[in-house]
């Protein structure tokens, strides 16, 4: 049985970001980041009417499971290190939030498909890695998301 993913585009407000049209990003990102040769799901089906994308269903833990866990890998941190030689090598960077990777039979796979311009300040190196293991930011992030819940 194969299993997929239906993404619905949302349009929330965002102080710090500003959005172009979200559908066309999507498949543009998917395009720039298969050519670069980043390991993701497979995007199958776009409907752009209803801003819908079916996409390849990558089972396994997260990086934020295995952060919660403090179970990360330095294997997993090793090709992180890959993808960021091919990534920084076009001029590109990713989110490296670790609720984007998902690890499937040891592989690491960047689930999402948003990707921007390289900026060294939201490179893995300086923003990204502040989440993939139990540190102050991560831990911050963690009791905002729980006080939001709370209420």
């Given at each position: 049985?194969?299993?997929?993913?239906?993404k619905q585009?949302?349009?929330?407000p965002?102080?710090?970001?500003?959005?172009?049209?979200?559908?066309?990003?999507?498949?543009?990102?998917?395009?720039?980041?298969?050519?670069?040769?980043?390991?993701?799901?497979?995007?199958?089906?776009?409907?752009?009417?209803?801003?819908?994308?079916?996409?390849?269903?990558?089972?396994?833990?997260?990086?934020?499971?295995?952060?919660?866990?403090?179970?990360?890998?330095?294997?997993?941190?090793?090709?992180?290190?890959?993808?960021?030689?091919?990534?920084?090598?076009a001029?590109?960077?990713?989110?490296?939030?670790?609720?984007?990777?998902?690890?499937?039979?040891?592989?690491?796979?960047?689930?999402d498909?948003?990707?921007?311009?390289?900026?060294?300040?939201?490179?893995?190196?300086?923003?990204?890695?502040?989440?993939?293991?139990?540190?102050?930011?991560?831990?911050?992030?963690?009791?905002?998301?729980?006080d939001?819940?709370?209420?």
């Amino acid at each position: 049985m194969k299993e997929y993913v239906l993404k619905q585009i949302h349009h929330e407000p965002c102080d710090y970001y500003q959005f172009g049209n979200k559908i066309e990003s999507e498949i543009n990102d998917y395009g720039r980041l298969k050519k670069i040769g980043i390991r993701m799901p497979e995007l199958f089906e776009v409907d752009i009417r209803n801003e819908r994308i079916l996409k390849e269903y990558i089972k396994g833990d997260t990086i934020f499971d295995y952060v919660l866990r403090n179970e990360v890998k330095q294997d997993f941190i090793e090709q992180m290190k890959a993808m960021c030689v091919c990534l920084y090598a076009a001029g590109t960077n990713i989110d490296y939030f670790p609720t984007n990777f998902v690890v499937q039979e040891g592989k690491l796979y960047y689930i999402d498909y948003e990707c921007n311009d390289y900026m060294e300040e939201w490179n893995f190196e300086n923003w990204g890695i502040k989440y993939w293991s139990q540190t102050k930011e991560f831990l911050e992030y963690l009791k905002n998301l729980n006080d939001t819940k709370a209420h």
